[in-house]
Nanobody, 116 residues
Framework: QVQLVESGGGLVQAGGSLRLSCAASRSIFRINDMGWYRRAPGKQRELVAV???????IYADSVKGRFTLSRDNAKNTVYLQMNSLKPEDTAVYYC??????????WGQGTQVTVSS
């Protein structure tokens, strides 16, 4: 079954904003790290922002100052607020988590398209 469910992708003009959401299934007993990766057309998957569970969040240099990750632990949900979007942000965004049961968990991906 799907254990990470994403929403919030869409088409937006350059300079606009989007907010992505990802909710984890109850079947994941404990979540440690949680965040977002993306894959742009013709490029490899790259880290966007991840909460390392300690409370520290790491961001890709390309999104620092524009994207903000937040977590609601009570709901096992992570959000990605994306501001000042650029055409180069166009990609499929994937929610990511690890924890118990041991392993990595991935969402189905949500398309973000930024027009110039």
């Amino acid at each position: 079954q799907v254990q990470l469910v994403e929403s919030g992708g869409g088409l937006v003009q350059a300079g606009g904003s989007l907010r992505l959401s990802c909710a984890a299934s109850r079947s994941i007993f404990r979540i440690n790290d949680m965040g977002w990766y993306r894959r742009a057309p013709g490029k490899q998957r790259e880290l966007v922002a991840v909460d390392i569970s300690t409370g520290s969040t790491i961001y890709a240099d390309s999104v620092k100052g524009r994207f903000t990750l937040s977590r609601d632990n009570a709901k096992n949900t992570v959000y990605l607020q994306m501001n000042s979007l650029k055409p180069e942000d166009t990609a499929v965004y994937y929610c990511y988590a690890n924890g118990v049961p041991a392993g990595a968990y991935w969402g189905q991906g949500t398309q973000v398209t930024v027009s110039s």
